[in-house]
């Protein structure tokens, strides 16, 4: 399977635990997205690398979120000292080089998070 | 700051019948437009996408989607739904003066009966 992978596909948490996603994108994309979905919405924006370099944060990711892309290739996304209202579906997404605005991306299908 | 409108959380349509799925959007600068598709336990997959040129835009599955600037409407259609449409649409948008987030709204289910 040549798509986004993400791993762990469910993940159950205590309050005040930390926790770390992974997302492997399509191999020849250099761009990656984080997304957070709730449910009954759409997906909401977190972050986005291009190569290794976080280019853009939204202003949903707190200080208790990071995530990297040390290699421009895998991702992680932590979240420290989570929260009830952390329970969500995360995403990633990637897309392929050439002009960013024109791109679509390509969804994983996800890491449920349920902080207990 | 940028918004996408999907004013019906759910549409029905029988089989055979067209099928619409409206969307609305506001943004700064120029829209770039993007439908994607949810089903159950699976991740979103596109469907189709303006970015400039003819309005009506043709994608995947018999998908297509006719932008409109006055209306700032960028409406999902089909010409005869399939059972098999039954899903979760969603309607995005990215904007050149906002950066490359997609900004999604909250999803139409699409229900098709036989």
């Known amino acids: 399977d040549t798509g986004v992978s993400q791993n762990p596909r469910h993940k159950i948490t205590k309050r005040g635990q930390n926790v770390t996603f992974r997302c492997d994108p399509i191999?020849?994309?250099?761009?990656l997205y984080w997304y957070r979905q709730t449910l009954g919405q759409g997906p909401e924006f977190l972050t986005y690398?291009?190569?290794?370099?976080?280019?853009?944060k939204s202003r949903l990711l707190s200080d208790r979120f990071s995530a990297e892309r040390p290699k421009g290739s895998f991702s992680t996304l932590e979240i420290q000292r989570t929260e009830q209202g952390d329970s969500a579906m995360y995403l990633c997404?990637?897309?392929?080089?050439?002009?960013?605005?024109?791109?679509?991306?390509?969804f994983g299908q996800g890491t449920r998070l349920t902080v207990v | 700051a940028q918004s996408v409108a999907q004013p019906e959380d759910q549409v029905n349509v029988a089989e055979g019948n067209p099928l619409t799925v409206k969307c609305t959007y506001s943004?700064?600068?120029?829209?770039?437009l993007f439908w994607y598709v949810q089903y159950p336990n699976r991740g979103l997959q596109f469907l189709l996408k303006?970015?400039?040129?003819?309005?009506l835009v043709k994608g995947s599955y018999g998908f297509e989607a006719e932008f409109n600037k006055s209306q700032t409407s960028f409406h999902l259609k089909k010409p005869s739904a399939l059972v098999s449409d039954s899903a979760l649409y969603f309607c995005?948008?990215?904007?050149?003066?906002?950066?490359?987030?997609?900004?999604f709204g909250k999803g139409t289910t699409l229900s098709v009966s036989s």
């Open positions: 997404a990637s897309s392929s080089p050439g002009r960013a605005l024109n791109t679509e991306a390509f």
């Open positions: 191999s020849e994309h250099n761009r």
């Open positions: 690398f291009q190569n290794e370099a976080q280019l853009e």
């Open positions: 943004v700064s600068g120029n829209p770039y």
């Open positions: 303006y970015i400039t040129g003819d309005n």
């Open positions: 995005a948008v990215r904007s050149n003066q906002a950066g490359t987030a997609l900004i």
